[in-house]
């Protein structure tokens, strides 16, 4: 299985009448937030897979109808139909959700540095993780593992994450990769601006995969 992972950037090579021929082995799309949804549901509309999105901080309040009602919802689900859709894409913030045999959960959203939407204390993050516990551990039960790929905004706390107030990322997500072991954690937020800057690196067991601009990470054979 190929995910592209996209983040924070309209990236020539996917905004592009080519990108069905760029792209035509993908069978998945994420996204790591602060990207237009027109953008995603170009991608969408030209690759014809699923995408999975979580939000950013920036840009959002023309989007409250779809954030605001899903901050604290957790849901379910084998299909992609029926669950939040929008421009043809699916909203998986702070729910966990299977797709094409793959467990997903989303927690969108980065620390807290200006009262802005969509922004959290490192308390409130751990909150909302310990109140989708429950359908983390029905997961492990029913499916032998608790989730197979978490998707962020922010990135943890120490990983490829940055000084300043506004991209400094979340300590609790360095608990979850412990406790929880997710195969991969995909986050946005943070800008690569040189071939020398780190994508990706390990914490445990888990690749922590920064998907700025685009990204094509391959599983092999989905689980």
Not at 64 to 72: S, V, Y
Not at 119 to 127: E, K, V
Not at 185 to 212: C, F, K, M, P, W
Request: charged share 15%; net charge negative.
């Amino acid at each position: 299985m190929k995910i592209l992972c996209i983040s924070d950037q309209i990236d020539s090579l996917i905004y592009s009448p080519a990108i069905k021929e760029r792209f035509s082995d993908i069978d998945l799309v994420i996204s790591a937030g602060d990207l237009p949804m027109e953008y995603l549901g170009y991608i969408v509309t030209c690759l014809n897979k699923p995408l999975l999105y979580v939000f950013g901080n920036h840009n959002l309040s023309e989007y409250t109808h779809i954030t605001e009602p899903n901050l604290i919802r957790t849901t379910i689900s084998d299909e992609i139909d029926g669950v939040d859709h929008s421009f043809g894409s699916t909203h998986i913030g702070f729910k966990i959700m299977r797709v094409k045999g793959l467990i997903f959960m989303g927690l969108g959203g980065s620390i807290m540095y200006n009262n802005g939407l969509n922004q959290y204390t490192n308390f409130q993050m751990l909150r909302k993780i310990l109140w989708m516990t429950p359908h983390l551990l029905f997961n492990r039960i029913f499916y032998g593992r608790y989730l197979d790929i978490l998707v962020t905004h922010a990135p943890p706390l120490g990983i490829h994450d940055k000084n300043d107030p506004c991209h400094v990322g979340f300590k609790p997500f360095l608990w979850f990769m412990r406790t929880f072991k997710p195969k991969y954690l995909i986050h946005g937020h943070i800008h690569l601006y040189d071939l020398n800057d780190v994508r990706s690196s390990v914490y445990q067991e888990t690749v922590v995969l920064n998907a700025y601009s685009h990204h094509i990470l391959d599983l092999g054979e989905a689980p």
